[in-house]
């Protein structure tokens, strides 16, 4: 068997998001290097701080300023940080209670090996030199062997407050098509359109996606269909869409290759767009080293009857 | 042992808009959570259970939103579940809530769907560029488009259908308070002159994208009777699937719309449904699927439906009204889209949707669906509670 064909994916989007108000207050300190936990109705301060209490379910706004200085509740050392992460030296991940504070927070530590970082050991912030109401703001904590420092009573209000962020999310996945899609991606090296018929329905998936949806068997049986096809239905695209470069306007269908049990997805070309029609009878077109046919054009056959394509469309 | 009658007693959403840049996700779900349990005079402490829905994480890039969002639910100590269903989730979650009911597993649930689409791009989230896959050549109106011109093909119907679904639709928007588009200026000529995006589909016969949220409390026949204000019952309620894709797939009329459908009316003992439901609100996001939907719920005969529209049975003085609230076509929080039409069924029947109210409305149909028409989820309700 052939090797399964492997790619990179990456999924990356830089997603917004609103604060609200007690968010807002959190990151507009740390900008100003003062940090903010929320009173709940039982007294307790969280930081960082929630818009909700967790027990009983109220909506809290009361913001308390906490001290910069706190104690490690516990703790995991990280080998080998990865891209993006606080630091790029191997650091220790800590859940840190701030002094005045009845929860702890998630940061990086400095320290220079695991043996030098113990549950209960005192901390402090290490502020980033430059700040924009962001939780790295906090640029790590570092060891602090002096007293604990006294938080100023900060209101909670500043002026020009931060009121939402940007936070750049990635994935990196290695993607594989599988067994079917990828003898499908092989055979359309040498313009072939092979699909696999099932061996209950007698359809003919393509692409071929190893299993019959309907019948649920495995497919093996390899069928070439096409090369022509049927225009089933299409509709006529005006607007530019981002990232293909494809002048508008053009027709985008659902072909039905001759002997294929379902239409596929492509571009009309090689005739007007306002005279694409229904049963219109294609074939594709190839450009030197695409994987998919560029579009596809008339090959002047005339039209398939309706009745033989309605399923399809 | 029989189940165990389901009622909504408690509607909450919030003024749905663009962007809602003024609150968290969380502050977002609380601001509809917080009006369903004011409608249902209940407070976080009676609350069972909370059943969470909205579409793919990748929307607002949040990985398991529910987990966050326990807090801002008063869902702490208590089970919570999340359904995802694609655009049918809003009703899916509701359905999931109500079977929790009918089931006597609890008492009283609150149920609630969103979307902040602003905070992300949801065709983005759609189109990821996958490896070997050819990518999609046309955008979300693009893939609903050739099965529109599919309908017309196969029915028959004038192209101008469409428009005077998006016509109607604006104007019911205009009627309720809650609705993203009030187009005041809104008229037949402007729709019908608005640019051709995907043709046959015009861009006023597109739903808008939208932030927002629906939430409903749903209780058992004790909590209905201590309620404040007339309940809505579960009459009926089904959910089906099948591919996106498949040989013999009717992305037309999906055979399990129609099945979704027919388990809904046998369960509420409804045999004809066009003379026997007083009111629908389905799930068109695109202006063509009221005529399309119209078929596969079994309103109209095949190839039959756009000439309800086209008589004005659809208008919300019309024999049936469809989407009194203005649809999806004028707000689409894509998570909270079923939920909201199943909210406005249930508002319908319980004398409560204001200007957008049908007359003496008793049965209504709330209908949703999503994945490239691969999920469905439906519910009938009534302002009576179903037979012993």
């Known amino acids: 068997m052939p ?24 990151l507009t300190g740390l900008r100003e290097r003062v940090v903010l936990g929320v009173r709940t109705g039982h007294g307790r301060t969280l930081v960082p701080p929630v818009e909700y209490d967790p027990v009983t379910a109220e909506e809290i706004h009361d913001l308390v300023e906490v001290a910069p200085t706190g104690t490690v509740t516990t703790w995991a050392w990280n080998h080998a940080p990865r891209r993006d992460q606080p630091l790029d030296t191997p650091f220790a991940w800590v859940l840190v209670r701030l002094d005045g504070a009845d929860t702890a927070l998630l940061h990086a530590l400095d320290a220079p090996g695991p043996d030098a970082v113990h549950t209960g050991m005192r901390v402090r912030i290490r502020w980033a030199e430059e700040r924009s109401g962001a939780i790295t703001d906090i640029a790590c904590f570092e060891p602090h062997d002096g007293d604990p420092v006294q938080a100023a009573g900060h209101s909670g209000v500043f002026t020009n407050p931060v009121t939402g962020i940007v936070a750049p999310a990635r994935l990196d ?3 594989s098509p599988g067994r079917a899609q990828t003898a499908y991606i092989n055979a359309l090296a040498e313009h072939r359109n092979v699909g696999e018929r099932c061996p209950s329905c007698r359809k003919v998936y393509v692409p071929p996606r190893g299993a019959c949806p309907t019948c649920g068997l495995a497919t093996v049986e390899q069928v070439e269909v096409g090369p022509h096809g049927t225009v089933t239905t299409f509709c006529i695209v005006n607007i530019k869409a981002k990232n293909l470069d494809i002048e508008v306007p053009y027709v985008y269908a659902h072909i039905a290759l001759d002997g294929a049990g379902l239409a596929l997805h492509g571009r009309i070309g090689g005739i007007p767009y306002d005279q694409v029609r229904m049963g219109l009878r294609v074939e594709p077109v190839w450009t030197e080293g695409a994987r998919y046919p560029d579009h596809y054009r008339p090959t002047g056959e005339a039209d398939a009857d309706y009745d033989t394509y309605r399923e399809l469309l | 042992m029989s189940k165990e009658p389901v009622a909504v007693i408690g509607i909450g959403q919030t003024k749905h808009v663009a962007a809602r840049r003024d609150v968290s996700i969380a502050g977002l779900v609380r601001e509809a959570a917080q009006r369903a349990l004011e409608d249902a005079e209940l407070t976080w402490a009676d609350i069972d259970a909370v059943v969470i829905g909205k579409a793919p994480d990748f929307f607002e890039g949040v990985m398991m939103p529910e987990l966050y969002l326990a807090d801002a639910l008063g869902a702490v100590g208590k089970p919570m579940l999340r359904v995802h269903t694609a655009g049918s989730v809003g009703g899916s979650t509701a359905l999931v809530a109500a079977n929790l009911v009918a089931a006597r597993v609890h008492g009283t649930v609150l149920t609630l769907a969103f979307e902040k689409q602003s905070e992300s791009n949801a065709m983005w989230g759609l189109s990821l560029p996958i490896p070997f896959q050819q990518p999609l050549l046309a955008g979300a109106g693009g893939f609903f488009a050739p099965h529109v011109r599919a309908y017309m093909r196969r029915s028959g119907a004038p192209d101008t259908v469409g428009s005077l679904v998006a016509y109607k639709d604006r104007r019911n928007a205009l009627k309720n308070p809650y609705a993203h588009l009030h187009e005041h200026d809104i008229t037949l000529e402007k729709v019908q002159a608005s640019p051709m995006l995907w043709d046959p589909i015009r861009y006023s016969e ?8 629906c939430a409903m409390v749903l209780t058992n026949r004790a909590g209905a009777a201590r309620a404040p204000r007339p309940p809505a019952w579960m009459l009926g309620g089904a959910m089906r699937s099948e591919p996106t894709l498949f040989a013999g797939k009717d992305a037309v009329s999906p055979q399990a719309g129609k099945d979704c459908a027919a388990d809904v009316y046998r369960q509420a003992g409804i045999a004809d449904p066009r003379r026997e439901i007083d009111a629908v609100e389905m799930y068109v996001p695109f202006s063509w699927y009221e005529p399309m939907w119209l078929e596969n719920l079994g309103f109209a005969a095949e190839g039959e439906g756009w000439k309800l529209t086209e008589a004005g049975v659809t208008e919300l003085d019309g024999d049936l009204p469809v989407n009194m609230s203005g649809g999806v076509l004028s707000t689409n929080p894509i998570g909270a889209s079923g939920m909201i039409r199943f909210a406005e069924a249930a508002l319908q029947v319980r004398g409560q949707a204001g200007e957008h109210q049908v007359d003496g409305a008793r049965k209504a149909l709330g209908h949703a669906y999503g994945g490239g028409s691969q999920f469905f989820s439906m519910w009938l309700v009534g302002a009576e509670p179903p037979d012993a």
């Not at chain 1, 090797?3 to 994916?9: H, N």
């Not at chain 2, 597109?206 to 949220?213: H, L, M, V």
């Open chain 2, 206 to 213: 597109t739903c808008p994208s939208s932030d927002g949220a």
């Open chain 1, 3 to 26: 090797e399964v064909l492997k790619a990179p994916l990456t999924v990356e989007f830089p997603f917004t998001r609103s604060l609200g108000p007690v968010q807002s207050a959190f």
């Open chain 1, 173 to 175: 996945y290695t993607y």
